[in-house]
Each structure stands twice: as structure tokens, then as C-alpha cells.
């Protein structure tokens, strides 16, 4: 595999992400995939998983799917983001993401994705539309 772009790199060198402990599996193709480990400091009261986190890898892996589409050539905004929350999330969570389509002038995407716990059940699904803009 070829290494990444510099435009990638600083894609994944995103701070926040750093502070929640998520790491990027991949993210190439129009696909991505984020992975984060369950810790006291991210849990709710019921000991799972943080809803804001849950939406954090789900708005996140959408937008690295939508980027990695086009070769990290530009970044991504949220316009709108759906989420259900489907069960507690506890343990390793994964999320995937996956580009669905692209508008007429190819600067707005939608995206899919779903959060699964580490025995395979679905925590979260989402829906999201983002729009291309220029890296600064």
C-alpha cells in the first residue's frame, strides 16, 4: 500500500481524536473505518459508551470516507448528520463508514455508518450529508 498523502496524515492528526483514544483503521476508496476502546472517563452512567462520543466517530468516519473518495485532496464539513442510537455500546467500538452518493456538481456527499460493539452488534447507525471544501 502506498504511504499516505500529507493531506491524509494531517487528516488523522486531528486532536480531538487523539484525547478520546481513536485511531483510524483505514480510511481509502470511499470507505473508513475508526476504532475506539470503552474507559471511565468516556462512559455514561450506565458504564457504556458516551452517546457524544458515538455521534463523534460516527460524524468523523463519514467525513474521512467522503475525503478519502477523492484522495484527501479536500476536507469535509457536516451539513447534516441522523443518528439512531440502536443499544448501550460497550467494550471496543467500530465504526464504518461508507460514501452513498454524490450531487450533480460532485461538492456534497452522503454517507453512511454504523457503530458495532466487540461482539459484532450494531450500537448505532447514521446518515450524513457533508460538503467538500479546500484544505487551508
Known amino acids: 500500500m502506498d504511504a499516505p498523502s500529507r493531506n491524509a496524515q494531517a487528516f488523522a492528526?486531528?486532536?480531538?481524536?487523539?484525547?478520546?483514544?481513536?485511531?483510524?483503521?483505514?480510511?481509502?476508496?470511499?470507505?473508513?473505518?475508526?476504532?475506539?476502546?470503552?474507559?471511565?472517563?468516556?462512559?455514561?452512567?450506565?458504564?457504556?459508551?458516551?452517546?457524544?462520543?458515538?455521534?463523534?466517530?460516527?460524524?468523523?468516519?463519514?467525513?474521512?470516507?467522503?475525503?478519502?473518495?477523492?484522495?484527501?485532496a479536500k476536507t469535509a464539513v457536516t451539513l447534516t448528520m441522523n443518528t439512531s442510537y440502536l443499544q448501550p455500546g460497550r467494550g471496543r467500538l467500530t465504526a464504518d463508514g461508507e460514501v452513498l452518493g454524490v450531487d450533480a456538481d460532485g461538492e456534497v456527499v452522503q454517507c453512511a455508518a454504523w457503530v458495532t460493539d466487540s461482539e459484532g452488534r450494531v450500537v448505532a447507525r447514521s446518515l450524513g450529508s457533508f460538503r467538500y471544501l479546500d484544505n487551508r
Open 13 to 72: 492528526a486531528v486532536p480531538f481524536m487523539a484525547l478520546l483514544g481513536v485511531q483510524r483503521e483505514f480510511s481509502a476508496g470511499g470507505r473508513a473505518r475508526l476504532v475506539v476502546e470503552t474507559r471511565p472517563e468516556l462512559e455514561n452512567p450506565i458504564r457504556a459508551m458516551h452517546g457524544g462520543v458515538v455521534a463523534t466517530l460516527v460524524d468523523v468516519v463519514m467525513a474521512s470516507a467522503a475525503v478519502s473518495r477523492i484522495d484527501f
